[in-house]
C-alpha cells in the first residue's frame, strides 16, 4: 500500500489497477498527464451533458467567484439561486411549485423522502411506509441506500438502513405483475412511491416503457401515495426527452435533480415539491419548518453554473443535438446486434447498452477485464457487471463515437 493517500470511490485498491491522472478536459475528451487523449463515454458518471469546460458555464463560474463565492442559505438568498429557481419553474411540469437546493443526487433523494414524510406527518395522518422499485438505486447516504437494492452496494450498512416494500421490476412479460403488486400496497396507506423513470442506471441499465410509468403514476394518484421521480440520471436529455416523464405524460409529486443540472461542472442538486407539500410545512409553528440543510446549500458559484446550463437549454439547439446523437446511439449500437458475444441491446434516448453474454450481476469478473480493456484503449467505460453501456456528452462527435462502439466490439472479440 504506497503511492497517494487518496481513498477513491468504488475502487478496490487491493487490485492495485492503475489510477490516470486527468490534466483537463474540452468536448468528450480527456487528457491525462502521459499526454493520452480519452473519449469520456460516459458523461463522468453521467453528469456531463454540454461537454467538458464548456466556455458559457466555465465563464458563468469565474464571473461569480469573483463577487459571491458562499453565503448562507437559511434565512438569506441570493441571485443565482433566484435566476435558476424562476428558470426551473418554467421548464419544468408546473405543478412543481416549490425548489429546494441541496449537494448532490443522493441527498436530493434525502430531501425527497423527508418532504413526503413531513408532508404526512403534518396534515394528521403520518405514513410511514415507502415503496421501491426492485433494482432501484438512489444515492449512497443512509435513506437513499434504504430505498435502493439491497447487497453488495450496502450489504455492510444493513443495520442502519430502515424497511420498505420492493415492487418487482417491470420486465415486459412481468408488467401486469408489477402494477398489481403496485396497486396492493398503495391500498394499504403507503406514503410514497420513488421510482428512477424508465431506465435504472446503477441497476444495470434495465429499461421499461413509458406506459408502465404512466400506470404505476395513476395507481400512486388514485389511492393518494406520492410519486417521487428520481430524475438525478435520466433528467436533462439522456432519455431523448428533458425529463423521462414527459414520455409518459405525467408530473411526479417531487422531482429529484441534480447531474446534468450545472451541465455536470460543479456539484449542485434540487428536489422540486407540488403547492401541497410545501404547505403542509407552512405555518407559523416553527416547529413544523423544513429540517433540512447543509453549509453550502444553494452555493452561489453552483447556483451560477445551473443558470448557465439553464440558458444553454433556453438558447441553444439542444434537443436537436440529443434527437442527432439519440440516431447516432441507435445505428452504432445496431451494428452489434449480430455479434454472438452482444445480448439484451437496448436504448432509451441517449443512453445505449448491452449484455456482454448471461447477465452476472455487479461483482461479475469480466467487469474489471472489461475497464482495464476500455482504459489500455484511451476509452472511459465503466461496465456495470457484464453491462457495457454508452453515455456520453451531447456534442461527440461521429470520429469519436465509432471509435468507443469499434472499442467495444473488440472488447466482444478479445475480452
Known sequence: MSGSPIWHPFTQHGLGEPIPQVERAEGAILVTADGRRVIDAISSWWVTTHGHAHPRIAAAIARQAERLDQIIFAGWTHE???????????????????????DSGSTSVEVALKMALGYWLHRGEPRH????????????????????ARGAFNRAYEPLLFDVETIPFPHDAAARATLDALERACRQGAAAFIVEPLVLGAGGMLTYRPAVLREMHAICARHGVLFIADEVMTGWGRTGTLLACEQADIAPDILCLSKGLTGGAIPLAVTMASEPIFAAHYAPDRARMFFHSSSYTANPIACAAAAANLAIWREEPVRERIADLCRRQGEALAALADHPRATALRQVGTIAALDVGAAEGYLSDLAPRLLRFFAENDVLLRPLGNTVYVMPPYCIGDDELQRVYRVIARALDEV
Open 129 to 148: 411506509r415507502i415503496l421501491v422499485l426492485e433494482h432501484g438505486y438512489h444515492g449512497d447516504t443512509i435513506g437513499a441506500m434504504s430505498v435502493g
Open 80 to 102: 443565482p439561486a433566484e435566476e435558476v429557481a424562476a428558470g426551473l419553474r418554467a421548464i419544468m411540469p408546473g405543478n412543481l411549485t416549490r425548489v429546494f437546493f441541496s
